[in-house]
């Protein structure tokens, strides 16, 4: 019971060093935000420099704040090659809200910030949207069937103006975030799916190949990133609580070239089912190495 009482203490403190931190760090970004609006690239450039700053600061913090309020140890390899100055695509299998705490802590410096690619609407939630758009998360425009059904001339289109609002990572390093499975792993989604898979659901191809075809030519790197946890899936709550002993992440890097020279992309994509098929073979492929990865490590008690 005492021990219960410490980690609902350590919890509390821990939950509260985050919203601090948050709101520390929510009125530069958006005061930033303002003055992105002005319409000139350099200016541009610059203000979003300084808002990545303000991003990876936030992270800092709240990396500090794990330090701090607990003992969790992370068990990390394969970062080693990572740099900074760079540019990525981040796909991660997915159990838990804790696996975005986990990556930022373990990317934090090694990698740009990690940005996830929008919808297109969401560019008009109010004050998120301006914030999203600041920190120069890549909003995508995606056009039904149904529409392009009634509106022939419109194909393409959606992939075209995602490439030019994709642009400006040319110039600025960027790493893109992607859960390939859609949603978090729960023993009633995986039966749901009948997935083939011990460990981990069916990873959806479409939005990596999406990635790939809209910035393909100027992400250099996959990192595909396999997260465990050997005492069960933890809540929000187990981690900043403390109750996390430890987490096992296994990192692999993957040029990009290698993927798009070896024909499992291409510009057709959306619209060949062979495609399609070839590309999701391949994506199936490294779930399975993912898969036997994570039963090899449960079944040793290993890192990873």
Known sequence: MIKNIGHHIIGGFSTLLYIINTVIWTAPVFALSFFKLIPIPPWRRFIS??????????????????????????????????????????????????????????????????KFFLKKELIFVPLLGLAWWALDFPFMRRYSKSFLAKNPHMKGKDMETTRKACEKFKFKPVSIMNFVEGTRFTKQKHQKQASPFMHLLKPKAGGVAFVLSAMGDQLHKLVDVTIDYPSGVPTFWDFVSGKVRDIRVNVSVTPIKEIMQGGLISDNYFEDPKERVKFQAWLNERWQQKDELLASVNATQKPL
């Open 49 to 114: 420099y300084i808002l990545d700053g303000c991003a990876t600061a936030w992270i800092s913090f709240n990396n500090l704040n794990q330090r701090l309020t607990s003992a969790t140890k992370l068990h990390v390899k394969g970062t080693e090659t990572l740099a900074p100055k760079d540019w990525y695509l981040v796909i991660a299998n997915h159990q838990s809200w804790v696996d975005i705490l986990v990556l930022q802590r373990v990317f934090n410096r090694k990698i740009p910030f990690l």
